[in-house]
């Protein structure tokens, strides 16, 4: 039986051939009842893929800012009982790259624990733009299990400011900062998801660092099922928090408010205005431009994690546009690679409307409960 590494992604799952998984491919049923009274298909598709980005949203951005603050500190600890490059448990630390790039890290996380099977492998580097500021370029490739082939990478540019960073270029998250990123995932080349997002990380008081933010994205390459594609605009305004907790685990806790929009496909872009600095926010930095908007929703997140990974995500009845209301739990029985580790539902007056089951990356399915008609996510967004 295979050993897996505490970091392991089961990257394989997220592109194979689900039920009208395919762009283009199924027809979409007919009409039919159910969710929330008698509507179609293509209507519960729509709240559906909305109700799992609001999710993904700030999952997705929180899962980049810990990775940020906390690969660092765990690469330090690492590094100190290991030489740089030597594989410790499916997980391999470099300084610089493996490219030998000035100002560089490079992190290996494997399918297994002797290291041989490449799960995803993010390369950063960076270029300090003065003490307190530098910009990060960051590119994460994912792979599939048993294949060396890429199936999907991850590209990020942030500029960090009014920070103290480690040995390593990294942010210190005690000392708070100021972060802008922009990117983009390709899956099976093509730019997929684009979502740009800032954050206002406050200096911590004690074991506790209050933050705000805002994100915006939109699925680039559309649903060609459905003739439309989809986007988000939301953000911690009022603010949350981030704990260290006495297990040396970290919980982002927050209440995500936004809205979704669906517009044709290529019609939706990402707008920018000025970067924020202090908390509250009362204008996000990024917005959502073009398309019709669906309707608002208010989702009360928490999420652990440990060295990176996320342990734990949590919410309890989230409300979305139409009444729809959002539950997600995370399975203690199973492990985090399998897709039944954390599990939405999405309903509306206790009639079931769709599920998702994805894995601690956030890779898995979206099901329509009436039609059994499946989407695909990949990162915490729905991609096809």
Request: with cysteine; aromatic share 8%; hydrophobic share 30%.
């Amino acid at each position: 039986m295979r050993s897996y590494a505490p970091f392991v992604l089961v990257a394989s799952l997220t592109l194979t051939a689900c039920g009208g998984g395919g762009g283009g491919s199924g027809p979409m049923p007919s009409p039919m009842g159910g969710g929330g009274g008698s509507v179609s298909t293509q209507s519960q598709s729509e709240r559906a893929i909305s109700g799992a980005n609001a999710l993904g949203s700030p999952v997705k951005s929180y899962t980049n800012y810990e990775q940020s603050i906390s690969a660092p500190a765990s690469g330090a600890r690492r590094t100190q009982s290991l030489a740089l490059g030597q594989c410790n448990n499916g997980f391999e630390f470099f300084a610089p790259d493996k490219n030998g790039d000035p100002n560089s890290t490079e992190a290996e996380f494997f399918y297994d624990q002797t290291c041989t099977e490449p799960a995803r492998d993010a390369v950063r580097i960076y270029n300090r733009t003065s003490s307190s500021s530098e910009t990060v370029n960051r590119t994460e490739t994912l792979y599939a299990l048993n294949n060396s082939t890429p199936i999907a990478t991850s590209v990020r540019t942030n500029t960090i400011t009014n920070a103290t960073f480690d040995t390593y270029g990294f942010a210190v998250v005690a000392s708070g900062f100021d972060r802008v990123g922009t990117g983009y995932l390709n899956v099976s080349g093509s730019r997929t998801i684009d979502s740009d997002g800032e954050i206002v990380m406050q200096p911590a008081s004690g074991n506790v660092s209050r933050f705000c933010g805002d994100s915006a994205g939109f699925n680039a390459t559309g649903f060609q099922r459905l003739g439309e594609t989809f986007g988000w605009q939301g953000g911690d305004l009022s603010g949350g928090t981030r704990t260290v907790n006495g297990d040396g685990s970290v919980t982002w806790a927050s209440t995500r408010s936004g809205f979704a929009v669906k517009g044709a496909i290529g019609s939706l872009s990402i707008a920018t205005g000025t970067q924020n600095t202090s908390c509250p926010i009362s204008t996000p930095m990024f917005t959502i431009a073009g398309g019709t908007q669906l309707g608002s929703y208010n989702v009360p997140v928490s999420v652990t994690y440990r060295q990176g990974m996320l342990t734990n995500l949590t919410v309890t009845n989230g409300t979305l546009s139409n009444g729809d209301t959002l539950n997600v739990t995370t399975s203690s029985s199973q492990p985090p690679t399998s897709q039944q580790f954390i599990s939405g539902v999405l309903s509306n007056g206790g009639t079931q409307i769709a599920t998702f089951n994805v894995d601690a990356f956030g890779n898995g399915t979206v099901t329509i409960s009436s039609s059994g008609a499946q989407f695909v996510m990949t990162d915490w967004h729905v991609v096809r």
